[in-house]
């Protein structure tokens, strides 16, 4: 295998953020590469094991990574596969942080553990192409897995801000076009004990309701807190429609204490 030199790449640390043309350093390779130097480098046999360990916590329902005959496998739920084969998530994950872990080790060049990094990540749209429960998760475990850098990320979506960890700080970034004027806002949300539909109808991002187009009788408007509540509530109701279609009427109450 040929030796690859990513050093021209890692120059431009912010290419990929400003450039769209920008290309994210290949993990696959480099996970190629601490491989074939580990006999001789005990760094790159360290890193090496490390950073497999890494994603196999970091991507979901991965649940082992090997590399065989020069080529990487991913576990997925049992199922033996290649990057080409893995989920869109998974991809948007592993090149990602992989970008992230390369550039971090070569510019900390002693250092072999991936929680010991240090530094300060921009990630732009960091809810793209993941699955809701992804894009909570991967906030929780960047913060865990990289306890000293600082994550600063842009989002559409609401949910990667409830696994935002504690003392986290949110910012509108306002643009007018005409004036040619960017703002960013402070609006000092404790978003802690909110819900996304909340988060979602506040000053972060400022939809002015959160009912759906197909809703035409206000009163038929479902305003649970969770889908489970829904179909307790949904059966509670139906229960109580049959009693009283057969002339029975009971406290609701006493419907609430017997589905609970």
């Keep these: 295998m040929q030796d690859i030199n990513f050093d021209q790449h890692l120059i431009d640390s912010d290419r990929s953020l400003l450039n769209q043309q920008g290309n994210l350093l290949n993990i696959e390779d480099w996970i190629r590469l601490q491989k074939l130097r580990e006999e001789s480098n005990t760094l790159a046999r360290i890193r090496y094991k490390n950073v ?3 994603f196999e916590r970091l ?8 590399l065989e005959d020069d080529q990487v496998f ?12 893995i989920g869109s998530g998974h991809k948007t994950i592993l090149f990602m942080v992989g ?5 971090l080790f070569e510019m900390q060049p002693k250092e072999s553990e991936p929680e010991n990094l240090s530094g300060i990540v921009v990630i732009d749209e960091l809810d793209l192409h993941l699955h809701p429960i992804n894009q909570k998760n991967l906030s929780e475990i960047l913060s865990d897995l990289f ?8 989002t559409h979506s609401p949910i990667p801000l409830l696994g935002a960890p504690k003392n986290s700080t949110f910012f509108v970034v306002e643009r007018d076009r005409q004036k040619s004027i960017t703002t960013i806002r402070d609006y000092d949300i404790d978003i ?9 109808t506040s000053p972060l991002f ?11 009788i206000f009163s038929e408007f479902r305003t649970e807190n969770d889908y ?3 179909l307790h509530r949904k059966k509670r109701d139906e229960s109580l429609k049959q009693y009283a279609e057969k002339g029975i009427h009971l406290p609701k109450d006493l419907m609430d204490i017997i589905y609970d």
């Design 52 to 54: 497999i360990k890494l």
């Design 59 to 66: 991507l979901p329902n991965v649940s082992k990574i090997v």
């Design 74 to 85: 991913y576990t997925e739920n049992g199922y033996k596969a290649t990057i080409h084969q």
């Design 99 to 103: 970008d992230i872990v390369i550039r």
């Design 147 to 154: 306890p000293n850098i600082q994550f600063i990320c842009s």
């Design 192 to 200: 802690s004990n909110l819900q996304p539909n909340t988060l979602l």
């Design 206 to 216: 400022g939809m002015e309701s959160i009912r759906s187009i197909q809703n035409s």
């Design 228 to 230: 489970r509540e829904y």
